[in-house]
């Protein structure tokens, strides 16, 4: 967030000379797409847990849908018993969409790890749950950064002390923004977040606040960056943002240890439980 | 130490063996200056001709040269000056200073026979770019404002990453490798308004000289390029003023003596117009910069002169209330001339020098600042000791205190608790031997060494990791991540953190077949201990510099050239040829998604790499007649690669990693595969002349996307491996004219007008093609970003 504030006089120099072109972009090999972020509201007492999964194309192509053999939630720490087992198994409700309901307790404590098969390989991931706060207050303001047309909302929260925080917010519309506490370790942050539009009156919005790890904040900073507004000579290398969910097929520990010679074993997508809240914002 | 005194022995013992006739010899020494002003002039040749032997003034002016008893002929020119030709008889050691007319104060006619750009056949000196600042003034510019580093983009193997780009790229070098000096003091930041304009007020300039490789031993501290700036130092015959009006800036420059042909001064200031370079600004907004330029200078004697020299300029911007932002360079220095013979010249430099980024966000509630000062001490001695001998030694001391940054809150309701990231300390020390020979009447050869040390001193923390790797690869995700410190201590100021201690041998050659045809070759070692921290394609000015120390070694360079140079046609044509080879280690990198800014252990996202270049440069130029101007063409290739770092045994088997981008070569952002400038400048007569440019280079690597997904609603592209792909080529024709009005008489005031037109054709280069969804139809779109259009600009420069 910062280095993108810090260029905005950039922005304003290189604003008035944008335009759409034509690009033909290059393909590369299919690749699966895995969106398992498991939002967790802790005021209910059971969870409904949804995965998106799909397969990469062009890039200007269609993102096609693809179906697994399997996918499931294992809480490791957990004592697995018939009546409640250990492992959650989600199903396919619509193409491409997995779908099961668990308790919140499922989710709240231990390591959680996240499986599933697709077109016979097998892909990891393992994760824990990170707690947020609540959004104290959310306002509409009438400053303005980018131009005219901006439409400013100042966001207020309490940050935990003594201990390092990340944060994540959906500020609805598909817009993101990231932040951890160094400076405000502790403390009561207010700031404003500003979209590049005027959005019309009566006009609502939800705005979420996640928690996050390290890692994920890492991933949510490199796809904000990669998703949004590249500015000129001062855009950071492009890289595949690689995420949590790896492929496992064939990892035996005697011939395959790694997946250091096979960089083309991974999934794109990540998979974090974290906690929610949620405010509602009338323009 | 011991081989270099070892080696400095050597060098001493060839110098006492070279052969030595039993003649008496006596000793020419002085000065050469501008008539008009008294102003030195620096690189002004003296050349006898029944020796075929010469020399050039220095920096300040001053040259000596010892002959053998006898009469002589000495021809001394300048580039726009007048030839002066002396016959002298050496009989006795003489003091000579001699004075320039300028030409055109001169002469009617306007072509200029005398006024070649000729090339040095003789001097092993090579890879130097030197504009002539008259010649600056006349390039066409976007806004019309004359630029040093604008114009130096023209010549071959100098791009930048594009337009609106800060700094330039030297060789295929990245811009943080040039050494910038301003009056010998390191300018951090050359640019103003993020790269559109050089920090350097072209009034002010005496002098430029761009070294892209054969760097003598005098300089270090850079990998890629030393840019030496030179100020006037002040009219001390008469008081004068010269100023500009134009679409960006307006400037204007007093000088004057202050004790006739003693003392005088300098007083130059630059401003650019806020309201008008933005529109789109209102009221609230502003975005404007300044310099200036002072100069005092003091001649105590015949043996010893002082002057005292500073610099300032600041960049502001501000947008409403809620964003404000000031940087820039400040320099002040105070040097010495002492001649303690009329053979033996020495400098002794005391600079400061900083850069200053501060920043004030409302809508966070934070305010910024940041830095890095230094304090340079330098002894600098120029031997002359024969015709045929040129000696230069010297020592240098530098201090360094880096800010990182300093965060606070900016008022009282602000959640931002203060906090100072670690401050970092730093010395670098050189000690260095240069030495000038003529061999034979064909071979001539500079050769030297520097020793160089760098001490990292200690900080108030730093921390300590397991393994000492402060960068975490994880071998199933195939990702670096910032690792955990296991501690940190506290080690005081006076402790060194690192120390590092290199050998930079240089060393070049030229070859001459004959009075217009040499080849030169040169092999150049030099270190950089100081890396500015930046992963964008272009430096942006709150970008920080770090020093080498536990985690961050420094970058080594050896470059090797070699090149065909001939004057033809009567001087009327100039060819430089020259190929080069660079190859730099520990080139830093940066792990995927490093944020560099605030972040008090920037060794967890950095990783040491490689760089290396190549390439073939060609300059044609042009020197004679009422056309004149140059073709440079540059073929080269610029990359660089982070492999995994050496696997070592954990558990009986070794942890490989895949390196940044998997390891594989990547073309640097500034690699430009060909690169093409045309620049002719037609003087129709003494009202007018007209310029124009054209220059084609080869579209800059980019990435388009392979493929797109979603993440919680969020259309990222996906990339594959970095660079591989191009943005369409660049190419622009630019020209311009000055109408230069008949001079009154009887009156001082003199002045011209510079009209341009930047991208005649309007061309739309592509600046980048950035790749997004969009906001209100959700489709996926490349957009072209491009920053200028066709821009037209007048300017109205004065003197009086």
């Not at chain 2, 075929?52 to 040269?65: D, I, P, Q, R």
């Not at chain 2, 305010?367 to 000696?391: A, C, P, T």
Request: with cysteine.
């Amino acid at each position: 967030m910062l280095k993108k504030i810090l260029l905005l006089p950039m922005a304003f120099l290189l604003f008035s000379c944008e335009d759409v072109i034509e690009v033909d972009t290059p393909s590369g090999e299919p690749l699966l797409i895995v969106d398992a972020l498991i939002k967790i509201d802790i005021s209910s007492p059971s969870q409904l847990v949804s995965v998106r999964v799909g397969l990469t194309s062009t890039y200007f192509g269609e993102v096609p849908v693809t179906s697994l053999e399997q996918v499931t939630i294992t809480n490791v720490d957990m004592e697995s018993t018939f009546a409640n087992p250990n492992t959650l198994i989600l199903l396919e409700t619509q193409p491409g969409i997995y779908e099961a309901v668990k308790d919140t307790s499922f989710f709240t404590s231990g390591e959680l790890v996240f499986q599933l098969s697709h077109n016979g390989r097998q892909y990891f991931a393992r994760t824990h749950y990170i707690p947020t706060v609540p959004i104290d207050d959310i306002q509409k303001g009438d400053g303005s950064l980018f131009g005219e047309d901006d439409t400013e909302v100042i966001v207020r929260f309490t940050d935990v002390a003594e201990r390092e925080d990340f944060y994540i917010f959906d500020f609805d519309f598909n817009e993101f923004l990231v932040t951890e506490d160094t400076f405000y370790q502790g403390q009561e942050f207010e700031f404003s977040y500003f979209y590049d539009r005027d959005l019309e009156a009566g006009k609502e919005a939800t705005i979420r606040i996640w928690g996050a790890d390290e890692g994920f904040y890492n991933y949510m900073n490199k796809l904000i960056q990669q998703g949004g507004e590249l500015m000129g000579p001062f855009a950071t290398p492009a890289a595949t943002v690689r995420g949590n969910v790896f492929d496992v097929t064939g990892l035996d520990n005697v011939d395959i240890f790694d997946n250091v010679d096979r960089p083309e074993a991974f999934a794109l997508g990540y998979f974090a439980v974290v906690q929610e809240y949620t405010s509602q914002i009338e323009f | 130490m011991l081989s270099f005194l070892r080696v400095l022995s050597c060098i001493l013992c060839l110098l006492l063996t070279s052969p030595t006739i039993a003649q008496q010899k006596f000793t020419l020494s002085g000065s050469v200056t501008e008539a008009a002003s008294n102003e030195t002039l620096i690189g002004v040749t003296i050349v006898v001709p029944e020796l075929k032997t010469g020399v050039t003034t220095n920096e300040y002016g001053f040259y000596s040269l010892t002959l053998p008893e006898g009469q002589y002929t000495l021809r001394i020119s300048y580039l726009g000056y007048q030839d002066v030709v002396n016959s002298i008889t050496f009989d006795s050691d003489q003091k000579i200073n001699f004075k320039l007319a300028e030409l055109v104060e001169q002469l009617e006619e306007v072509v200029v026979s005398d006024d070649l750009k000729r090339i040095d056949i003789r001097e092993p000196q090579m890879s130097v770019s030197t504009l002539d600042i008259r010649t600056i003034k006349k390039i066409p510019v976007v806004l019309g404002e004359a630029d040093v580093i604008k114009a130096l983009l023209l010549l071959p193997g100098i791009t930048n990453a594009g337009e609106g780009a800060s700094g330039f790229n030297v060789r295929g070098g990245s811009v943080d490798q040039n050494l910038i000096l301003l009056d010998e003091a390191t300018i951090f930041n050359a640019s103003h308004l993020f790269g559109f304009f050089s920090v350097f007020n072209p009034d002010a300039i005496k002098d430029i000289k761009l070294f892209k490789g054969g760097i003598p031993s005098r300089y270090g501290g850079r990998v890629s390029s030393v840019l030496e700036i030179f100020q006037k130092e002040g009219n001390s015959n008469e008081f004068r003023m010269s100023g500009g009006i134009g679409a960006v800036a307006s400037r204007l420059l007093a000088e004057g003596p202050i004790v006739k042909d003693r003392a005088a001064f300098l007083v130059g200031g630059r401003a650019s117009y806020a309201h008008l370079f933005l529109p789109l600004f209102d009221n609230d907004n502003s975005a404007y910069f300044f310099d200036l330029n002072t100069k005092l200078n003091y001649r105590i004697n015949e043996k010893n002169n002082i002057f005292l020299s500073g610099y300032f300029g600041r960049d502001v911007f501000s947008i409403s209330e809620s964003f404000q932002n000031t940087y820039g360079n400040s320099v002040f220095n105070f040097r010495w001339n002492h001649l303690f013979s009329d053979k033996l010249f020495t400098n002794l430099s005391l600079i400061y020098s900083d850069y200053y980024y501060g920043l004030e966000l409302d809508f966070v509630g934070f305010r910024w600042n940041s830095g890095i000062q230094n304090f340079n001490l330098k002894y600098d001695l120029k031997h002359y000791v024969g015709e045929d001998l040129q000696i230069n030694y010297g020592l240098n001391n530098i201090y360094y205190r880096f800010n990182p940054g300093k965060i606070e809150p900016n008022d009282a309701d602000s959640g931002i608790l203060a906090e100072q990231l670690i401050q970092k300390y730093a010395n670098e020390s050189a000690a260095y031997i240069d030495v000038q020979q003529n061999v034979t009447d064909h071979l001539s050869v500079e050769y030297g060494l520097r020793l160089s040390h760098f001490i990292r001193l200690g900080q108030d923390e730093i921390n300590v990791y397991e393994n000492n790797e402060p960068v975490f690869f994880d071998p199933f995700l195939l990702i670096y991540q910032e690792a955990d410190p296991i501690g940190i201590v506290t080690p005081g100021r006076s402790e060194s953190l690192a120390t590092f201690t290199n050998l930079e041998p240089r060393i070049s050659a030229s070859f001459a077949f004959g009075p217009d045809t040499s080849v030169k070759a040169s092999y150049t070692r030099l270190t950089q201990y100081l890396h500015l921290l930046s992963n964008t394609s272009s430096p942006t000015p709150l970008d920080v510099w770090t020093p080498s120390g536990p985690f961050v070694k420094p970058q080594l360079l050896d470059q090797y050239a070699l090149g065909y140079f001939r004057n033809f046609s009567d001087d009327a044509y100039t060819l430089e040829t020259e190929v080069f080879y660079k190859d730099i280690q520990n080139r830093i990198d940066y792990i995927d998604g490093a944020n560099l800014i605030a972040n008090n252990a920037i060794e967890q996202v950095i990783l040491n790499g490689h760089a290396r270049a190549y390439g073939l440069e060609i300059l044609l130029r042009k020197n004679d007649g009422r056309l004149q101007g140059w073709l440079a063409y540059t073929l080269s290739r610029s990359e660089q690669r982070t492999p995994g770092r050496t696997p070592k045994s954990d558990n009986g088997r070794s942890n490989m990693e895949t390196g940044i981008n998997l390891g594989e070569w990547y073309f640097t952002p500034y690699d430009k595969t060909h690169d093409i400038a045309l620049f002719g400048s037609f003087e129709l007569n003494k009202k007018w002349d007209f310029n124009a440019n054209f220059i084609f280079q080869t579209g800059q690597p980019t990435n388009y996307p392979i493929g797109q997904f979603e993440f919680q609603g969020l259309t990222v592209p996906y990339y594959g491996l970095r660079n591989k792909e191009r943005l369409p080529d660049y190419h622009r024709f630019d020209i311009g004219a000055t109408l230069t009005p008949k001079e009154k008489e009887g009156r001082k005031w003199r002045s011209e007008w510079v009209f341009s037109i930047y991208n005649l054709y309007s061309r739309r280069n592509a600046a980048s093609i950035n790749f997004r969804q969009n906001q209100d139809t959700g489709v996926n779109e490349a957009i072209r970003t491009s920053i200028f259009g066709i821009i037209p600009a007048v300017t109205y420069n004065f003197k009086f």
